[in-house]
């Protein structure tokens, strides 16, 4: 079995898709190794692949603001993508792209062990929940799986496009918030 420290060196070498020769700095995820809620957007996006960290720049504000409202502090979850690296120009991942990258992914979930998994917009949630799945839809419903519970809102990016889906969002994350409450007291 692989430590965080070891799958961090793979991620930081990996040369599985052409992105390796387009991105500045491979992103893995962030945040608290013990956490029991793990959110899982698309890809880094420029400001990210800048930093070499998740959700920074105007996205990771929003994002703030949702975990505020939630009562979730950054430090208490971990944060990741699907991909590791841009997708020039911010286009969605390739297929080709997410299977590289998804054994990553697996791993992470695997140290991690989350009580709760949100996916963060419509490639995450149709990777990860259902190839189908409608996020204008289907946001905010939750699905459980080999113990973990799963449910998608809006990625931070299209509610800075979007904004008239920031209070919807709020109210997923308000609900996420909830579920981790009735997660931690049904442990008691």
């Given at each position: 079995?692989?430590?965080?420290?070891e799958?961090?060196?793979?991620v930081?070498?990996?040369?599985?898709?052409?992105?390796?020769?387009?991105?500045?700095?491979?992103?893995?995820?962030?945040?608290d190794?013990?956490?029991?809620?793990?959110?899982?957007?698309?890809?880094?996006?420029?400001?990210?692949?800048?930093?070499?960290?998740?959700?920074?720049?105007?996205?990771?504000?929003?994002?703030?603001?949702?975990?505020?409202?939630?009562?979730?502090?950054r430090?208490?979850i971990?944060?990741?993508?699907?991909?590791?690296?841009?997708?020039?120009?911010?286009r969605?991942?390739?297929?080709?792209?997410?299977?590289?990258?998804?054994?990553?992914?697996?791993y992470?979930?695997?140290?991690?062990?989350?009580?709760?998994?949100?996916?963060?917009?419509?490639?995450?949630?149709?990777?990860?929940?259902?190839?189908?799945?409608?996020?204008?839809?289907?946001?905010?419903?939750?699905?459980?799986?080999?113990?973990?519970?799963?449910?998608?809102t809006?990625?931070?990016s299209?509610?800075?496009?979007?904004?008239?889906?920031?209070?919807?969002?709020?109210?997923?994350?308000?609900?996420?918030?909830?579920?981790?409450r009735?997660?931690?007291?049904?442990?008691?």
């Amino acid at each position: 079995m692989y430590t965080w420290e070891e799958l961090e060196q793979f991620v930081n070498n990996c040369r599985a898709c052409p992105l390796c020769h387009t991105r500045k700095h491979p992103v893995m995820g962030r945040g608290d190794h013990k956490g029991k809620l793990m959110l899982v957007a698309e890809a880094p996006g420029s400001q990210e692949d800048l930093a070499g960290i998740p959700f920074v720049g105007p996205s990771g504000k929003v994002l703030d603001e949702l975990l505020a409202a939630a009562g979730i502090r950054r430090e208490e979850i971990y944060i990741t993508n699907i991909l590791k690296c841009h997708p020039p120009g911010n286009r969605d991942p390739l297929d080709r792209e997410k299977e590289a990258c998804i054994p990553y992914l697996k791993y992470e979930t695997y140290l991690l062990k989350p009580q709760a998994i949100v996916c963060l917009g419509r490639v995450a949630a149709q990777r990860l929940i259902n190839p189908d799945y409608r996020i204008t839809r289907q946001h905010g419903t939750w699905i459980e799986r080999k113990g973990c519970f799963l449910t998608a809102t809006y990625h931070p990016s299209a509610l800075l496009r979007d904004p008239s889906r920031l209070e919807e969002a709020k109210r997923d994350f308000q609900a996420i918030g909830e579920k981790l409450r009735h997660l931690e007291r049904a442990k008691k």
